[in-house]
């Protein structure tokens, strides 16, 4: 039987892709599929926790037993996210955020024309990082999709968005990344490579990055 370690604690697990808007039927968006976030969300409430799982553009199926809250931009996943942050114990961030967004969102279809059409991008909030900054007691979990490099810019990301778990994805390998029922990942830490996993299931990805967390949290200060 699944030990029940997470009784009690507020898990908040974001999956999928952002889906950016161009008009009312077109949008920019990403490869995620969800299928990581969903696995973390199932395999968080098997231990017990309370999961609200806040997912973007998903073709993942519902897990049962789990709060799921849609939403579509970076700037709702933004919103949905910090207004349950205060309460969360631990935060989970699998989902593929867009780093860029039209700048004007048309309210009407754009029409064709014969001129080269240019589209203006700009930044989205980063929600890890706000997070970071924001953290007070949660244990923060971020992920890093890279295709070089892996440890350089993992153990980058978690200092500078200030996260306790960096799970390193190195989305060109096959097996590995978006869309794909399986992972390979490397978790690291403050103090660098903590384990590097085999080709495996998301869902048993899912599990050791679970028992890393309960692990970390059991031993952090106030826990
Ligand atoms: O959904 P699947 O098909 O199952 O695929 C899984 C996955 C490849 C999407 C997943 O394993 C993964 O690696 N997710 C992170 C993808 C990503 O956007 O990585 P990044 O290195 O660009 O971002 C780093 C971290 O910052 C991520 O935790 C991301 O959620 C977060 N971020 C990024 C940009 C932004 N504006 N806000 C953020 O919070």
Same mark, same amino acid.
């Given at each position: ?81 910090? %207004? ?6 631990? @935060?989970?961030?699998?989902?593929? +955020? =867009? !780093? ?50 892996l ?17 390193g ?16 990942v490397q978790i690291?830490?403050? %103090?660098?490579l903590?384990?590097s996993?085999? @080709?495996?299931?998301?869902?048993? +990805? =899912? !599990? ?16």
């Amino acid at each position: 039987a699944q030990s029940r370690e997470l009784e009690g604690k507020k898990v908040l697990v974001t999956a999928g892709g952002t889906m950016e808007r161009l008009d009312p039927v077109r949008y920019l968006t990403n490869d995620s599929s969800g299928k990581m976030g969903f696995a973390l969300a199932e395999a968080a409430a098997n231990r017990g926790a309370d999961v609200t799982l806040i997912a973007a553009r998903t073709t993942a199926a519902p897990v049962a037993g789990v709060n799921t809250v849609h939403v579509e931009s970076a700037e709702e996943m933004l919103e949905a996210v910090l %207004e349950r942050y205060e309460s969360a114990d631990l @935060v989970i961030k699998a989902a593929a +955020v =867009a !780093d860029y967004r039209p700048v004007v969102k048309a309210s009407t279809k754009i029409k064709k024309g014969n001129e080269k059409l240019v589209l203006e991008l700009e930044r989205t909030t980063d929600i890890l990082q706000t997070l970071g900054e924001r953290k007070k007691h949660q244990f923060l979990v971020g992920f890093a999709a890279e295709t070089e490099q892996l440890a350089h810019y993992a153990m980058d990301k978690l200092r500078r968005k200030n996260c306790d778990l960096i799970v390193g994805n190195d989305v060109s390998q096959a097996g590995a990344g978006f869309n794909v029922d399986t992972n390979i990942v490397q978790i690291f830490g403050e %103090e660098g490579l903590v384990e590097s996993l085999p @080709v495996l299931s998301k869902r048993e +990805v =899912a !599990d050791r990055l679970l028992t890393q967390i309960v692990q970390r949290m059991k031993a952090a200060p106030g826990a």
